[in-house]
């Protein structure tokens, strides 16, 4: 068995590995390069190792860094399987046609105002083309094994986001674990990650390699504290929001400290059509997470939620403080961009971002202190507030990696290949397992190959 790297090494996002063994080829994760404009060129390069004729495709969650290239290979000709979870396919269900509208709206704008140095700008895929794309997927249960050729998978629950899973896979007599995006033992919405079995390789997430999350107890104050400064100046409170797990996040949050007194009632919007279908997924499936019916049922009779267009642009009507919370959550796209035009400007606003922001984003630039953004060919001054709240990642830091590390059935000498971080990230946590550990750790390399004999 070989596998080879194709994404998620050295970066965060684009996860896609390739696994092949005498009979059999399978993708695990097949994601989009965020960030960096370097990185996003990736998803524009020839299709490789002719990837778009694997035999199956398995997903561990949903997120577009790991799900969203699907729509290109069924572009290519791929017909095969995608398997995931049930809940990461009825997220795929709106996460893969949005992604393909928003590349359609984002083209059109830059053909419109000439801001492409193509004259006419094409998306990646298109919403058609998403749309075609979901009779591929087949929904599997937590724990279910099913088989493409000689390759046996399994998916176990990861934490992190609904349906989130770490992808087992045995063949020619090894046992390889891919851990997806692992979640955080005492997250405020979704359940542990479950333990690993003993396996002859793990390939290990490392987003937050090099950091220490704070409780979550102090986030909640930290979020109350920000929205009392924000409404104490007669501020509007702007959150860019992921729409899987932490918009659903944010608005129980929000809901409970209101209920609790804790902050001023004011307007909640949640202006993303996603992420409102992925609230009602959540409580679809709220035996999958933390968080009860009558929570999911008091938010949604809390928030107001704004799918038109017209409706989005009617919140600037809104007098007083108000707290919008609206795509894309590293401010890369999405509604949020349009009330940034808005509010940017104005001292008595408040940007919270509250996950993580990948290198060369619109997040991450705001975070540094940048005095002024790009927004659709516009530079925009930065006088509002920036703040980030911690303790709310939907990711392991890297002392619960390693706790979970401890408590899984892994062989003291078990190989990990470390994926899925920044560069200081990787190197921290590949020092720390060491230092801590006898794993034979190493740091993946893009495109290398990995062989298991």
């Known amino acids: 068995m070989k596998i080879v790297f194709l994404g998620g090494t050295e970066t965060v996002t684009g996860s896609k590995y390739l696994i092949e063994t005498a009979t059999t080829r399978l993708l695990v994760d097949c994601g989009l390069f965020q960030g960096y404009k370097w990185l996003r060129k990736r998803n524009w390069q020839p299709i490789p190792l002719g990837i778009e004729a694997v035999d199956g495709i398995v997903l561990t969650h949903a997120h577009l860094d790991h799900s969203g290239y699907v ?65 591929l997927l087949q929904p599997v249960a937590f724990e279910q094994t099913f088989a493409v050729g000689d390759i046996h998978i399994r998916l176990q629950a990861a934490g992190h986001i609904l349906g989130a899973a770490s992808v087992i896979i045995e063949a020619e007599g090894r046992r390889v674990a891919f851990s997806g995006d692992i979640g955080r033992p005492n997250d405020v919405m979704m359940k542990p990650p479950e333990t690993l079995p003993a396996v002859d ?47 659903q996040l944010m608005q129980h949050l929000l809901v409970k400290l209101m209920t609790e007194n804790r902050i001023p009632r004011q307007p909640i919007f949640l202006d993303s059509p996603m992420a409102i279908n992925v609230s009602e997924i959540y409580r679809r499936h709220h035996t999958l997470h933390k968080l009860s019916q009558h929570d999911c049922q008091r938010a949604f009779n809390t928030v107001i939620y704004t799918r038109s267009v017209d409706e989005s642009k009617a919140i600037a009507s809104q007098a007083g403080p108000h707290i919008i919370i609206a795509g894309s959550g590293m401010a890369t796209g999405g509604r949020i961009l349009h009330h940034f035009k808005r509010w940017l400007s104005d001292h008595r606003a408040t940007v919270l971002f509250s996950g993580h922001q990948a290198g060369g984003t619109r997040g991450a630039k705001m975070l540094q202190g940048v005095e002024s953004i790009k927004v659709h060919g516009q530079w925009l001054p930065v006088k509002a507030r ?44 590949r020092d720390f397992l060491r230092q801590k550990t006898n794993f034979d750790v190493d740091i993946a390399d893009y495109q290398a190959i990995y062989h298991l004999n």
């Open 71 to 135: 729509p290109v290979l069924y572009q290519a000709g791929y017909r095969g399987p995608v398997f995931a979870q049930e809940a990461t396919a009825d997220l795929c269900h709106i996460m893969w046609p949005d992604s393909g509208r928003l590349q359609q709206e984002d083209a059109k704008f830059l053909g419109k105002h000439g801001l492409s140095k193509h004259e006419k700008p094409q998306p990646l895929y298109d919403e058609k083309t998403a749309l075609a794309s979901l009779k």
């Open 201 to 247: 390789l793990l390939l290990l997430e490392s987003t937050y390699g090099d950091r220490r999350h704070q409780h979550a107890d102090s986030a909640e104050q930290q979020l109350a504290d920000v929205v009392n400064e924000c409404s104490g100046s007669g501020g509007v409170l702007l959150i860019p929001s992921f729409s899987v797990g932490r918009a």
């Open 386 to 429: 920036i703040r980030q709240l911690d303790g709310l990642s939907g990711h392991a830091d890297y002392q619960e990696l390693t706790d979970w590390l401890k408590q899984s059935q892994l062989r003291q000498d078990t190989p990990i290949q470390l994926v899925h971080g920044e560069p200081d990230a990787l190197e921290t946590f």
